[in-house]
Nanobody, 125 residues
Framework: QVDLAESGGGFVQTGGALRLSCVAS????????MAWYRQTPGKPPEFLAE???????KYAEPAKGRFTISRDNTMNTVYLQMDSLKPEDTGVYYC???????????????????WGQGTLVTVSS
């Protein structure tokens, strides 16, 4: 099993910045892609950014130019630096792992589609 724990959310004024962190824990051998999603009330989670295990990044339009995703493979941690925040960035931000290998007893098994509990970001106008 892989557990994801986000942190770093909070209240910020328009134009401000926040840095979100997500730590993956468990008896992890490897993690493939790590991503950030955002959800607002009444809508499904919206993809923002993804980073592969070899640090190739992808961004959705809302994140391009303002958000930067990075990861520390030694710490099984992914970050999202968010700059020039706008009120429409308000939402719950979730960390996602698409595939990971983790140890069960003495064998490694693949697991898929892991989500964290989310961290709330509120941007005031």
């Amino acid at each position: 099993q892989v557990d994801l724990a986000e942190s770093g959310g909070g209240f910020v004024q328009t134009g401000g910045a926040l840095r979100l962190s997500c730590v993956a824990s468990g008896r992890i051998f490897s993690i493939d892609n790590m991503a950030w999603y955002r959800q607002t009330p009444g809508k499904p989670p919206e993809f923002l950014a993804e980073i592969s295990d070899d640090k190739i990044t992808k961004y959705a339009e809302p994140a391009k130019g303002r958000f930067t995703i990075s990861r520390d493979n030694t710490m099984n941690t992914v970050y999202l630096q968010m700059d020039s925040l706008k009120p429409e960035d308000t939402g719950v931000y979730y960390c996602h792992v698409d595939r990971a290998q983790y140890l069960v007893a003495s064998s490694y098994f693949p697991g898929f589609d892991f989500w964290g509990q989310g961290t709330l970001v509120t941007v005031s106008s």
